[in-house]
T-cell receptor, first 116, second 111 residues
Framework: EAGVAQSPRYKIIEKRQSVAFWCNPISGHATLYWYQQILGQGPKLLIQFQNNGVVDDSQLPKDRFSAERLKGVDSTLKIQPAKLEDSAVYLC??????????????FGSGTQLSVL | EDKVVQSPLSLVVHEGDTVTLNCSYEVTNFRSLLWYKQEKKAPTFLFMLTSSGIEKKSGRLSSILDKKELFSILNITATQTGDSAIYLCAVGGNYGQNFVFGPGTRLSVLP
């Protein structure tokens, strides 16, 4: 079974530039998450999709961050313009509800973003 | 507001030691608790604990969930240098709600 695909693996940009990340979840996983993980902290949710609808984007800085999942499959996350504090690892995850009723997250390889 | 706390935040041990990592939570309508190991960027799944499965074991790793006291522990026996990583705890509420992560415990196992 193919895992969650993310690209790019690394990105270095200057502040005020724009950047985009791409994620393709595991086939059949309806829920997709974008997390931001700043060094030394746990992942923080940016946005959660259920199919192509947004479930939770309450922590997404909407003045500079945007995300879409147009056909309910792959997703893109964009930052424009980037700030120094956006330097972090951006993780995409998709989820599956197990037979036990619990929900398990599957993560992509992540994108390390450095804003200079 | 949902909250997940992990302790200790960092831990240094020697190979062969046993470690216990703690995760306590306050989450509305608890559904499941997940443990992950993060060595580089991508967290890898270790255990899922739910109301119907409060104890899990895999090799040298084991975990229990105490739903009454709202915490979980992750035990690693006979630690190896390959266990060095950040261990993340995440808690989910109702299906469709997002998972809240703790800050992680950074474990360093010295030879």
């Amino acid at each position: 079974e193919a895992g969650v695909a993310q690209s790019p693996r690394y990105k270095i940009i200057e502040k005020r530039q724009s950047v985009a990340f791409w994620c393709n979840p595991i086939s059949g996983h309806a829920t997709l998450y974008w997390y931001q993980q700043i060094l030394g902290q746990g992942p923080k949710l940016l946005i959660q999709f259920q199919n192509n609808g947004v479930v939770d984007d309450s922590q997404l800085p909407k003045d500079r961050f945007s995300a879409e999942r147009l056909k309910g499959v792959d997703s893109t996350l964009k930052i424009q313009p980037a700030k120094l504090e956006d330097s972090a690892v951006y993780l995409c995850a998709s989820s599956l509800v197990a037979q036990s009723g619990g929900e398990k997250l599957f993560f992509g390889s992540g994108t390390q973003l450095s804003v200079l | 507001e949902d909250k997940v706390v992990q302790s200790p935040l960092s831990l240094v041990v020697h190979e062969g030691d046993t470690v216990t990592l703690n995760c306590s939570y306050e989450v509305t309508n608890f559904r499941s608790l997940l443990w992950y190991k993060q060595e580089k960027k991508a967290p890898t799944f270790l255990f899922m604990l739910t109301s119907s499965g409060i104890e899990k074991k895999s090799g040298r790793l084991s975990s229990i969930l105490d739903k009454k006291e709202l915490f979980s522990i992750l035990n690693i026996t006979a630690t190896q240098t390959g266990d060095s990583a950040i261990y993340l705890c995440a808690v989910g509420g109702n299906y469709g709600q997002n998972f809240v992560f703790g800050p992680g415990t950074r474990l360093s196992v010295l030879p």
